[in-house]
C-alpha cells in the first residue's frame, strides 16, 4: 500500500469532541446530545476517573444534586451505601459510572490518545490514536475537561486498610503525606495523599509513596495499602474557559462527581443553545 | 527502509529515512504477562533495553487486570523470585502482593539500566525487507523513533506484527469470534481480606476501537447487575484492564495445533512447557472445530491437562528476522491458544524470548540461529525450562487427579464404559477407531444401560454409522443425564448424541431435531428443570439453563451440518432453522439476563451462525 493511502480513510466528523471521560464530561454529553454529534475520546479505559481512580475524598457529598442526571447517580450510590450521611465512596462507584456512560448514547473511544490538534480553517483536526492506529476527527468545537495541563498541586492516594475493625488511625504525621478517614461501615479503611510534584508521573508518584509506606512509623504497621490510584488526585488552578470554538473546564474542579455531573450538565444546557 | 502504520484499522506503509532519537539492543513492546519477564531476562543477560507499555505500570493482566493468582501453568523460571519477594513485601505493607510486584519488577528493571516508557504506545515499526528495524512510540505527548537489533511484540494482541505485515490468524472457523472476555472487580471482605469477582462479559473484537470501548463500559457496567453484588463487602476498584483471553495470533514458523497436542507430536527444542487444561470457557461448543468437539464434548474430557512444548519457532513469525513474540499471540491455533496463554507459562513464554533475543545479539546473529543448547542452559539455570515439567495428560484438580492412560484392553473400556465417567475409554474408543468396532457393537445390545448407551457414543466417536439408531434412540428419549468426567464442565449424554448425528450427517434424525428446535411444548420437559442450582459438576446456575443450551445449541448446529451434507433435504432444513429462530424463545428458555451478557450472547452466537449458514445455503 502506499501512503497517499493515508487521505483515503475517512475522517469522522462531530459538532463537539470532548476529551476525557470525566464525571463534569458525562453531565456536558448528556445535554449536548439532544441537539449535537458529540464524540468523547478519553486516553485511558477509565471513566470519571479523577474522582474513582484517584481516591479523591471529596467534599460537600451530602449536598443534594440539582439535575436530574446527577439525582438519579446519587440515588444510585445511595442504594448501594456509597453515599452514606458520614461518608461518600467514591472509589467505589465505577460500575455506576460505567452504567450511565453506558446508557449515555454519545459515541466514545476508551484507550484512545489524543496525538495532535490543530486548526484547519474553522474547525479542528483532530489526530488520535488507538487500537485501530491512527484516526482523524473534525470538528468546530472541543471540550478538554482534562485535567493534567491545568495541575496546581497533585498527590497520589491509596486506601489503608486495618484487618482491626476497631483499630483507631494513630494521630501521627508523615512528611510529604495526610489521611482522611473514610468512615467505612464495612472495613476499618483510612485515605493517604502522597503528595507530589505536578510533573511526577504515575510511576514515579507511585514508586515514592511505596518508598514512603515502607518507612512510616512503628505506630503504622498494622495498616495496610490495599489499593493504589490510578489518576492523580488533581487540584487545578482556577481555569473555565469557554470560548467561541473550544471550552476548558478541569475535571477536577469539583467537590465531587455528582457537583461534576451538575456542572456539566449547566455547562451542556448552555452550549446545546449557544453551538 | 519502509515505515509500516495501522490507519483505519488497515495497514499502510511509505518510504522513510528515520531519525532516531536512540538506538537500543532490544524494544520489548507491551510489558504485560509475558513482555516483562522479556525485558528482565534480557537485561539481566547484559543487553541495553527499551519497554513500551500503554498502562503507567508494569504486569498486565496480573497487575492492572488484578488476576492475582495463578491457573495451571507450572512453577519455574524468573517469576519464582519475583513472587517471592513480592510475598515479602505483601507480608509487610500490602494486602496483596499486586502492587509489590509492579514496584519490585520496574526497580529491577531500572537497577539493570533498562529504559521503561509508561503510558505509551507504539505507533509504527520500520523494516527493511522483513527484518526490523525500530520502531516510533507516542509518549509524553510526543512521538520519537527508536531503532533496535531486534524487537519482541509482547503486545497480547500481536500489534507490532499486525503493523510489520505479519501473517495472522483470529477466532474460531465457525464465526470468528474469540473467547469470552471478563471485567474484575476487587473488593475488601469486613475483615479486610482481598476478594475478587469476574465473570464473563460477552464477546468483545478489541481491534475495533468503537467495539473495545463499548466492551469495557459494558462490562463493568454489569458489575451492578444482581448476581455480581454483594453489599457484605467494599469495592474499591474495577481492574482497568480487562481480560481479553483471545486475540490475532501470528502465523508462526512453527504453530502448535490442537491435533499435536492431543497425538504427542510436539518440538524437540522446548524453550518451556505449558501446562492446562482447553480452559476455552465459553459455552457454545457446537460452534468450535471438530478436534475440539471431540475431545471436550463427546469424550467430556475438558479438565484434562496438558504439558505443551513450545519452541522458538513457534514466537517467530512466518518470514521474518529480528522479530519475535511473547505472550498468547504466538503460533498456536485457535483451540491450543486456549490453553497455551495462563500466566506462569506467559512469564516463561517472555523470559525465553528474552534469553534468545539478548544472545542472538551478543552473537550477532538470528535468534534463529542461537544453538539450542545455549538457550536451554541459561534457562535451566533459573528453572524456566525443566524436562520434569513434562508430565503425561492428566486430571489434576482436587475433583480428580490422576494421570491418564489410554486404554487398550477391550475388558478395561467394557469397565470403564459402564460407569458414568466413561470419558478416558470413549476417547481411547477414538484412538482404536475400527479395532474396537465389533466389542462396541456387541455392547450395544447389552442389558446394562449405561453400557449401551455409552457404547452407542463410542462407536460414534469411532465414526462408525451402525451407532445411528441408537443415537437417534437417546436423542428420543432425552434425558438431563450428564457424565461426570470433570468438575464444572461435564456434558450431557443427549447433547453429545445430538453432536454425533450431526457429525455423521443423519439426514433420519431431522424429525428429531425439528421437535427440539421447534415444537411448543419441548422446554416442558422435566429435564429442563432438573440441575437449574448452581452446581460443581454441572456448569449451570440461576440465570443459565444449561441443560436446554447443550441440547438446543447442539440440535441447531447439527442440523447445518447434516443439510451440508445431505442437500436433497436442504430446503426442509433450513425451514427447520428459521423457525426454530423466528422468536426469541431459545433465549428467554436459556436465560433471563439481557443482550450483551455472556449468557445471552451464547444463545445469539448460536442463531447468528444459523441465520448466517441460511443465507449462505439460500445463495446456493
Not at chain 1, 494513630?170 to 495526610?178: L, R, T
Not at chain 2, 495451571?72 to 515479602?88: F, M, N, P, R, T
Not at chain 2, 505485515?165 to 474460531?172: A, D, I, P, S, W
Not at chain 2, 458414568?420 to 445390545?445: F, H, Q, R, T, V
Request: hydrophobic share 40%.
Amino acid at each position: 500500500m502506499k501512503a497517499n493511502r493515508l487521505h483515503e480513510v475517512r475522517v469522522m466528523y462531530y459538532d463537539v469532541v470532548i476529551f476525557d471521560a470525566a464525571s463534569v464530561a458525562l453531565g456536558i454529553a448528556s445535554e449536548l446530545k439532544k441537539k449535537r454529534k458529540v464524540l468523547i475520546v478519553n486516553r485511558t479505559s477509565m471513566v470519571a476517573a479523577e474522582f474513582i481512580n484517584s481516591y479523591k475524598p471529596g467534599r460537600n457529598w451530602e449536598e443534594e444534586p440539582e439535575t436530574d442526571l446527577a439525582k438519579s447517580i446519587a440515588e444510585k450510590l445511595r442504594a448501594e451505601r456509597l453515599i452514606t450521611e458520614r461518608a461518600a465512596h467514591f472509589y467505589a462507584a465505577g460500575p455506576v459510572f460505567y452504567k450511565a456512560y453506558s446508557d449515555l448514547g454519545v459515541d466514545l473511544l476508551l484507550e484512545t490518545e489524543i496525538l495532535s490538534v490543530e486548526k484547519a480553517g474553522s474547525a479542528f483536526e483532530i489526530t488520535i490514536y488507538n487500537c485501530a492506529g491512527f484516526g482523524t476527527v473534525k470538528t468546530p468545537f472541543i471540550i478538554d475537561t482534562t485535567d493534567e495541563g491545568f495541575c496546581q498541586e497533585k498527590s497520589l492516594n491509596c486506601l489503608l486498610v486495618n484487618k482491626d475493625k476497631a483499630a483507631v488511625f494513630p494521630a501521627v504525621s508523615m512528611q510529604g503525606a495526610d489521611f482522611f478517614p473514610t468512615h467505612d461501615e464495612i472495613v476499618n479503611s483510612v485515605i493517604m495523599r502522597y503528595h507530589c510534584p505536578p510533573d511526577a508521573s504515575l510511576a514515579e508518584a507511585r514508586h515514592g509513596l511505596i518508598e514512603l509506606w515502607q518507612g512510616r512509623p512503628e505506630v503504622l504497621s498494622d495498616w495496610k495499602i490495599a489499593s493504589i490510584g490510578l489518576y492523580f488526585d488533581i487540584t487545578p488552578r482556577a481555569v473555565q474557559e469557554v470560548g467561541q470554538t473550544k471550552c476548558i473546564i478541569p475535571a477536577s474542579s469539583y467537590d465531587n462527581p455528582l457537583a461534576a455531573v451538575d456542572a456539566g450538565v449547566k455547562v451542556g444546557r448552555r452550549l446545546a443553545d449557544d453551538l | 527502509m519502509i515505515y509500516r502504520y495501522l490507519r483505519g484499522g488497515a495497514v499502510h506503509e511509505e518510504k522513510a529515512a528515520p531519525e532516531f532519537a536512540q538506538h537500543f539492543d532490544l524494544i520489548v513492546a507491551g510489558l504485560g504477562t509475558a513482555g516483562s519477564y522479556a525485558a528482565l531476562a534480557a537485561a539481566k543477560e547484559g543487553v541495553s533495553v527499551l519497554g513500551i507499555e500503554k498502562n503507567s505500570g508494569i504486569g498486565g493482566m496480573g497487575t492492572f487486570g488484578y488476576v492475582d493468582g495463578y491457573y495451571y501453568g507450572v512453577e519455574g523460571g524468573l517469576h519464582l523470585e519475583i513472587d517471592q519477594q513480592a510475598e515479602a513485601m505483601r507480608e509487610e505493607m500490602f494486602v496483596t502482593d499486586v502492587e509489590a510486584k509492579k514496584y519490585i519488577m520496574e526497580k529491577q528493571l531500572e537497577d539493570l539500566g533498562a529504559q521503561l516508557l509508561f503510558e505509551a504506545v507504539v505507533t509504527g515499526v520500520f523494516l527493511e525487507g522483513k527484518t526490523v528495524k525500530g520502531v516510533s512510540v507516542f509518549s509524553q505527548g510526543k512521538l520519537s523513533n527508536y531503532s533496535c537489533n531486534i524487537l519482541i511484540d509482547a503486545t497480547a494482541e500481536a500489534d507490532v506484527c499486525a503493523m510489520a505485515g505479519c501473517e495472522l490468524e483470529c477466532g474460531r472457523d465457525s464465526d470468528g469470534k474469540t473467547r469470552p472476555y471478563t471485567s474484575v472487580k476487587i473488593s475488601l471482605t469486613k475483615e479486610g481480606e482481598r476478594t475478587r469477582t469476574n465473570h464473563d462479559s460477552g464477546y468483545i473484537n478489541q481491534y475495533d476501537p468503537v467495539d473495545l470501548s463499548r466492551g469495557i463500559v459494558w462490562a463493568h457496567a454489569c458489575q451492578l447487575l444482581e448476581e455480581f453484588h454483594n453489599p457484605q463487602n467494599r469495592v474499591i476498584f474495577i481492574a482497568p484492564q480487562i481480560g481479553i483471553r483471545e486475540g490475532k495470533r501470528i502465523v508462526a514458523e512453527h504453530n502448535i495445533t490442537m491435533e499435536d497436542v492431543l497425538r504427542g507430536n510436539f518440538a524437540s527444542d522446548p524453550l518451556f512447557f505449558a501446562y492446562a487444561d482447553f480452559d476455552k470457557h465459553g459455552k457454545d461448543h457446537a460452534l468450535e472445530t471438530e478436534t475440539l468437539q471431540d475431545w471436550y464434548v463427546a469424550c467430556n474430557l475438558s479438565t484434562v491437562c496438558f504439558s505443551v512444548p513450545v519452541s522458538l519457532k513457534s514466537l517467530i513469525p512466518k518470514g521474518y528476522k529480528f522479530l519475535l513474540v511473547a505472550g498468547r499471540h504466538l503460533g498456536v491455533d485457535h483451540d491450543t491458544a486456549s490453553l497455551v496463554r495462563m500466566k506462569r507459562d506467559l512469564h516463561k513464554c517472555g523470559e525465553s524470548a528474552g534469553v534468545c533475543a539478548a544472545l542472538a545479539i551478543k552473537k550477532g546473529v538470528e535468534p534463529a540461529q542461537v544453538p539450542y543448547e545455549e538457550v536451554k542452559a541459561i534457562l535451566e539455570e533459573t528453572g524456566c525450562f525443566n524436562d520434569a515439567h513434562f508430565v503425561p495428560p492428566r486430571f489434576d484438580d482436587r475433583y480428580r487427579r490422576m494421570e491418564i492412560q489410554w486404554l487398550q484392553d477391550p475388558e478395561e473400556i467394557k469397565t470403564q464404559l459402564s460407569t458414568d465417567m466413561p470419558g478416558i475409554a470413549l476417547y481411547s474408543c477414538k484412538l482404536l477407531g475400527a479395532k474396537i468396532s465389533e466389542n462396541l457393537k456387541d455392547w450395544l445390545a447389552s442389558e446394562d444401560e449405561m453400557l449401551a448407551k455409552n457404547s452407542t457414543i463410542a462407536l460414534g466417536i469411532t465414526g462408525d454409522p451402525e451407532c445411528l439408531p441408537y443415537l437417534r434412540e437417546i436423542v428420543k428419549n432425552r434425558d438431563s443425564f450428564y457424565y461426570k468426567d470433570c468438575r464444572r464442565t461435564n456434558q450431557l449424554r443427549s447433547a453429545i448424541a445430538i453432536y454425533l448425528l450431526g457429525k455423521l450427517g443423519d439426514a433420519e434424525s431431522v424429525p428429531l431435531l425439528e421437535e427440539i428446535l421447534c415444537s411448543e411444548t419441548e422446554f416442558e420437559r422435566e429435564m429442563y428443570r432438573d440441575h437449574l442450582e448452581p452446581n460443581y459438576m454441572f456448569n449451570s446456575n440461576r440465570n443459565f439453563n444449561e441443560v436446554y443450551f447443550q441440547i438446543i445449541s447442539q440440535a441447531a448446529i447439527a442440523l447445518t451440518k447434516i443439510i451440508s451434507k445431505n442437500p436433497s433435504i436442504r430446503h426442509k432444513g433450513l425451514a427447520i432453522l428459521q423457525a426454530a429462530f423466528r422468536d426469541d424463545r431459545h433465549f428467554i428458555n436459556t436465560t433471563s439476563l439481557p443482550p450483551g451478557t455472556f449468557e445471552y450472547e451464547s444463545v445469539n452466537n448460536i442463531k447468528n451462525y444459523v441465520e448466517s449458514f441460511c443465507r449462505d445455503q439460500l445463495k446456493v
